[in-house]
Nanobody, 120 residues
Framework: QVQLVESGGGLVQAGGSLTLSCAAS????????MGWYRQAPGKQRELVATITNGGSTNYRDSVKGRFTISRDNAKNTVYLQMNSLKPEDTAVYYC??????????????WGQGTQVTVSS
């Protein structure tokens, strides 16, 4: 079994910063891509940022220049540094990871979600 445990959400004023963390644990042979998604009330879940095991990153346009995704492969952990936060960033943020087991089968895992609320 694999678990993704997120931390770091909270309430912040517009213009502020937060850092989210997500640690993967369990039966892990390797982790391919890791990423962050978010879902605001009444909206579909959307991609925020992803990072490959080689460090290549991808961001949605609305967060480019404000958010930075990084990972510590030794700790199986991905981070999302969020700066210059806006009220429209308010959402539940979910960690995602594509993880291979010892048979090299790849599975898609999700964290439980962490609330980020940005007040105006």
């Amino acid at each position: 079994q694999v678990q993704l445990v997120e931390s770091g959400g909270g309430l912040v004023q517009a213009g502020g910063s937060l850092t989210l963390s997500c640690a993967a644990s369990g039966s892990i042979f390797s982790i391919d891509a890791m990423g962050w998604y978010r879902q605001a009330p009444g909206k579909q879940r959307e991609l925020v940022a992803t990072i490959t095991n080689g460090g290549s990153t991808n961001y949605r346009d609305s967060v480019k220049g404000r958010f930075t995704i990084s990972r510590d492969n030794a700790k199986n952990t991905v981070y999302l540094q969020m700066n210059s936060l806006k009220p429209e960033d308010t959402a539940v943020y979910y960690c995602n990871a594509l993880i291979r087991n010892r048979n090299l089968a790849r599975y898609d895992y999700w964290g439980q979600g962490t609330q980020v609320t940005v007040s105006s």
